[in-house]
């Protein structure tokens, strides 16, 4: 059974449950328990109709949790006993839980998390396992966030770039663990992109797709970080890239450009280099400049600055960096590695042994401790 | 979504405000002592913030490695290298501003007269796995 193709019916059957007057999170849960009840039967009894069955499931579930009257239920679950397909959702229902999900009143965690369950159909112990958190913690998290959105309207519009924001922590911080949440991040996008016409949400999906195509290169057998520069640019997933980039221009060509295109832009334009030397930096800083004008964020600055150490020379990315606080993450790594380009080896080895102490993840800290070993070894010799 | 370390151990923090040794108290400040941890932990459970919570015994023995074939060695306590770990809690939360706030509830723990302990409580950020996108 293809569990992805069976939780892709998950924002639809919810949506049936709410349009037909559930409340959402009581809806929720019973849509949980139709999905669990699917991975156990349909390998052996597999449904003409499987979304119609988990709607007659999930709203018997339905029934059953908020109506203690015995006799009417078995009356219904009469009426019911062949499954009958509910009401068909509209695009629209599909929108608007993504909205309800990433609502603007939630904690970025609560929206993450109640993303995952409500519409990726995900189990709260699945979730628990991505975000190594006892499946307790996340179930109080996951019925808080209902609580906090029980009160907004399912039929409100909603705000496109929040749920964006949502889909790109999926995507971009969380364990791998048995589930994989940068897959499911891009099953998800693709997902709103078949609902919504908006080159932003292509911009995201292309993103996504054009570093997910580097992932079996970006790290070693025995899981140490390979930067960009030394990937085997063979093992990048070609068919990923060029569905990327197809994706990229299409949204380019609306011109109406956003920073998930920007960034998206960067990557293709890496994925696009045979060789890293051969990597066009002129343009990828031209890149940098409209995504610094889009977002002004610090941390645009920091890696333009690594691009204009590539595009002009060290010099020049030290200059672009010394405007820059250097208390921002990973700032002393990009200096450390601007200083080895200009040949200033000591400075180098000095930074990248304070970068390694300042990583956030334990992998970048490997990285750069033996960045600072390697350029220590050369001074002994 | 960031973890950290709520730790409360005795090394290089200046002394709690009110520091009295817990087997001064009375047992009635020790229950309501440890009645606000266990409300404390509870509470984190329900934002859906907690991840872990130890303490720990006051002792321990050093061991090393004393070569191929040979039992290792055991050794101290040393009393005089005491670096006592009483116990952590792990939350795992949206923002650093969260975690300071929640180690600053659980520094207000009631001590001796029933009055705020105000120790001091080490906050540190665990390393969390590497994001996929970097440049």
């Known amino acids: ?381 | 979504m960031a973890k950290y370390l709520l730790l409360k151990h005795y090394r290089g923090a200046p002394a709690a405000v009110n520091d009295v040794p817990m087997d001064q108290w009375t047992p009635e400040e020790i229950s309501a002592h440890i009645q606000y941890m266990q409300d404390f932990a509870a509470r984190l459970e329900k934002t859906g913030e907690f991840v872990d919570g130890q303490a720990l015994a006051p002792e321990g023995r050093w061991v090393r490695y004393d070569g191929e074939g040979r039992p290792p060695v055991t050794d101290g306590p040393f009393a005089e290298t005491k670096d006592l770990i009483a116990g952590w809690m792990v939350i795992d939360v949206d923002s650093y501003e969260r975690a300071v706030d929640l180690a600053g509830e659980l520094s207000a723990a009631p001590g001796a007269g029933g009055k705020p302990i105000h120790e001091w409580l080490e906050v540190r950020p665990f390393l969390s796995a590497p994001p996929t996108i970097t440049e």
């Open chain 1, 1 to 381: 059974m293809d569990e992805a193709l069976l939780r892709s019916l998950t924002p639809s059957v919810l949506s049936v449950l709410v349009r037909r007057g559930a409340d959402f999170a009581a809806a929720e849960d019973a849509v949980q328990d139709a999905l669990v009840e699917a991975v156990r039967v349909w390998p052996e009894r597999p449904p003409r109709d499987p979304k119609g069955w988990l709607v007659t499931v999930a709203w018997r579930r339905f029934l059953d949790a908020t109506r203690a009257d015995a006799a009417r239920r078995r009356r219904e679950e009469a009426v019911d006993k062949e499954p009958t397909p509910g009401p068909a959702p509209t695009a629209d229902d599909t929108l608007r839980l993504y909205f309800l999900c990433a609502h603007p009143s939630l904690t970025p965690s609560s929206a993450v998390a109640l993303t995952l369950r409500a519409v990726g159909g995900l189990s709260t112990r699945q979730i628990a396992e991505a975000y190594l958190v006892p499946e307790a913690t996340m179930a109080q998290r996951i019925s808080r966030a209902k609580r906090t959105v029980s009160g907004v309207r399912f039929d409100q519009p909603g705000d496109v770039a929040t749920v964006l924001r949502v889909l790109y922590l999926v995507f971009n911080e969380g364990y791998s663990g048995d589930v994989d949440l940068a897959a499911e991040a891009i099953r998800l996008t693709r997902q709103l992109a078949a609902v919504i016409d908006h080159p932003e949400v292509a911009g995201l999906l292309a993103l996504m797709l054009l570093h997910h195509a580097r992932r079996a290169a970006r790290t070693a057998p025995d899981g140490s970080l390979v930067p960009l520069a030394e990937q085997d640019r063979a093992r990048w997933d070609t068919e990923a890239i060029a569905e990327g980039v197809g994706i990229l221009q299409g949204a380019l060509a609306r011109d109406r450009l956003g920073e998930f295109q920007a960034q998206a832009a960067i990557a293709a334009l890496h994925a696009d280099a045979p060789t890293a030397g051969e990597t066009d930096w002129v343009q990828i800083v031209e890149w940098y400049d409209e995504l610094a004008r889009l977002t002004d964020s610090p941390v645009v600055r920091l890696n333009r600055a690594v691009a204009v150490g590539e595009a002009d020379g060290p010099r020049a990315g030290l200059a672009a960096l010394a405007g820059l606080d250097d208390s921002l993450p990973r700032h002393c790594a990009v200096a450390a590695y601007l200083h080895e380009r200009d040949g200033d080896l000591g400075t180098a080895a000095r930074l990248y042994a304070e970068a390694a102490r300042k990583a956030a993840n334990l992998a970048e800290r490997d990285h750069l401790t033996r960045q600072a070993a390697r350029l220590n070894a050369r001074f002994r010799h």
